[in-house]
Each structure stands twice: as structure tokens, then as C-alpha cells.
């Protein structure tokens, strides 16, 4: 209530800016009141100002104006593309874009479709969770109004200053994007997420696991089994080991993981290493674990003995603290005593 008559009058201020964040701050207070104002706004010249119109008003039961949305993505605008996920029939559309030439295009269009849950933008998802030449990142990104959000794509992240690219929160949005990919029909993930194994992306191998754990179906669980066995790649190895172990499946998991959490409990927990860019990455460097990566990995495994809480699980981890270096001992006990409330 106080905040709507001043969005009110700013909003007849001239500067365009001004004009595009008051209209999407009347849509999300879904200021019936303004829908005057908001329609001569829809008429401007500047194209984000008509967007943030349209979309107040599509939520505010306009549903017409979601043409005025649809015709600037029509025109490959990128903040339109974002609003089209609340669209009913804005598929084909976006199944177009994503085979645009222009690469912001294409992102945008492939995101949006991922995110309407439609199973044709399989083909498409390679580019967001494969790494290739380009090292593409993502970044969550406004407009100059900061009221229409999109996705930067960088090229070559890896090199870049770290004032351009933030590398750990474009990781952070793959995964949030391979979570939507779970809503997809069940073969589809699947797909993409053999594809992950295949392609040995590590960086999204925990999080994945993660995912098929929790999805647990005997397809699922089949996947992790066969990458239990990768040859040369013990993070997929050890994570899917891992998984199948928390879901409690017959098999060598236990024993793996006591040899494993036994070989590497006197390791660096606490001051990591960052993860080397996959660009940066020498051939071969998959045989061996970073030291994140293990840091991690023996957490985890740690945690998930811990849970188990019978005599065998408790006497590992014991044994681990024991002989943990001394400075991570008293974390290490801590989430024992956590994991076992």
C-alpha cells in the first residue's frame, strides 16, 4: 500500500527505465488500479517498456497483450524470450529459437523451453551441460530497467577476469537447469544424464548422482551401476558407489567406500584448492581427483557411513577420526554427532 503510489507516479516519468521497473513493479503487486496506465505503456516505442507492460498486464488477466510479448521474441529480443515461460503456446516459437544462429538467442530459447518442461529441447541441452572449445558460462543477467531478466553466455569463462565471469554460480545454474531437466519424461533425463557420464563432466557428476539417487527407479539405478565401473574416471566411480550404497542395493558398495574413506582419512579437508577450469585441464587429469574434489567426496562418504548408524557403519567412522589430521577433527566430529542425533 505505500509502495504502490509512488510506483504510480514514477511510472509517467519519461526516463523509459523508470518506465519498465514501475511496470513490472505493478505487475507483481498486481495493481488492478493500473491497468490505464499500464496499457499506453504497452504502446511505447521502447521495446523492454512494452515488454514489462504486456507482462504486468497478461498478469493481471490482459491475456491479449501477450501478442505484444510473443512479436518482440518474434524479433529474437532476449528479455521477451524469459517471459515467454508463462506463455501457453509460445512452444513452437521457442522450439525455433533454439536453433538460432545468434548464440544469446539460442541459449535463452533453449532455457525457457527447458523450463516449459517440453520434452523436444533434448537435442538442444547438450550445449548448456556439455563443456566443448567455446567454455561457455552462464550468468543471471537484467536488463538497463533491471526488471526483465536473462542469461549472459560468456565464451572462453575460464580465462576470464573474475570480475566478468563468476565460474561458481554459472555451475550453480547448470544444476539448477539439470533439476528441471527432471521434470522431463524419465528416458529424456536419462539420456542427458548418461551423456554427463559419457562426457565426463565433472562438475555436475555430484549434483547428478544426487538427482538419480533421488529419483531412484530401477533405470536410474541401472544407470548408476554401469558407471560404477567407468575405467578412468573415479569421481563418476565414486559417487555413483556411493549413491548405491544410501540406497542400500546388494553389492560391493560398503566395502568400497571403508577402503576408500580408510585410504584418504589423513587428507585436506578444511583449505581446498579451487577446481582447475575444464579448459585448463590436462589430458588424462580425470584419473586423478582434485584436492576439492576429494574433500568433498570423503565428506560425503563420511556422512552417509555416519547415517547408517549400526555398529559396522560407527566403527568406520571412528576409525577415520582417529587417524583424521588433527585440524579437521573437531569438524569431523561435529557432523558425527550431527549425522547421528
Keep these: 500500500d505505500n509502495l504502490l503510489p509512488a510506483l504510480r507516479k514514477k511510472a509517467t516519468h519519461s526516463n523509459p527505465l523508470e518506465q519498465e521497473v514501475c511496470a513490472w513493479g505493478l505487475g507483481q503487486l498486481k495493481d488492478a488500479q493500473s491497468q490505464a496506465m499500464l496499457k499506453q505503456l504497452a504502446a511505447s516505442v521502447h521495446a523492454n517498456v512494452q515488454i514489462a507492460a504486456a507482462s504486468a498486464l497478461y498478469t493481471l488477466g490482459a491475456t491479449a497483450y501477450k501478442d505484444h510479448i510473443i512479436k518482440q521474441a518474434e524479433k529474437k529480443n532476449i528479455f521477451a524470450l524469459n517471459q515467454l515461460k508463462n506463455i501457453e503456446g509460445t512452444e513452437e516459437l521457442l522450439l525455433t529459437l533454439s536453433k538460432d544462429h545468434n548464440l544469446a538467442v539460442r541459449i535463452n530459447a533453449i532455457i525457457t523451453l527447458l523450463e516449459k518442461h517440453d520434452p523436444r529441447v533434448l537435442p538442444f541441452l547438450p550445449e548448456i551441460f556439455i563443456q566443448d572449445y567455446r567454455d561457455l558460462a552462464f550468468q543471471p543477467a537484467v536488463s538497463f530497467g533491471h526488471a526483465l531478466p536473462y542469461f549472459k553466455v560468456i565464451s572462453s569463462a575460464s ?70 565401473q567407468k575405467i578412468g574416471s573415479p569421481l563418476i566411480r565414486d559417487y555413483c ?101
Excluded: C
Excluded at 533421488?214 to 554401469?226: G, R, S
Design 241 to 341: 558407489h556411493l549413491a548405491l550404497f544410501r540406497l542400500k542395493e546388494d553389492g560391493p558398495y560398503e566395502t568400497y567406500l571403508e577402503r576408500w574413506l580408510l585410504r584418504h582419512q589423513d587428507g585436506e579437508l578444511i583449505n581446498f584448492r579451487p577446481l582447475p577450469p575444464h579448459s585448463l585441464q590436462q589430458p588424462g587429469s580425470n584419473y586423478m581427483l582434485t584436492a576439492e574434489e576429494t574433500s568433498h567426496l570423503f565428506l560425503d562418504i563420511f556422512l552417509a557411513f555416519a547415517k547408517r548408524q549400526n555398529a559396522q557403519s560407527i566403527a568406520i567412522v571412528i576409525e577415520a577420526l582417529k587417524n583424521a589430521q588433527p585440524q579437521n577433527r573437531y569438524a569431523l566430529a561435529g557432523l558425527l554427532l550431527r549425522a547421528t542425533e
Design 159 to 228: 580465462i576470464k577476469n573474475p570480475e566478468e565471469v563468476n565460474l561458481a554460480l554459472s555451475l550453480y545454474l547448470k544444476e539448477a537447469l539439470l533439476k528441471e531437466a527432471l521434470e522431463l519424461p524419465e528416458k529424456d533425463f536419462l539420456h542427458i544424464a548418461s551423456l554427463i557420464f559419457e562426457r565426463e563432466q565433472n562438475q555436475l557428476i555430484p549434483f547428478l548422482v544426487q538427482l538419480l539417487e533421488n529419483l531412484a527407479t530401477d533405470n536410474a539405478v541401472k544407470l548408476l551401476k554401469k558407471h560404477s
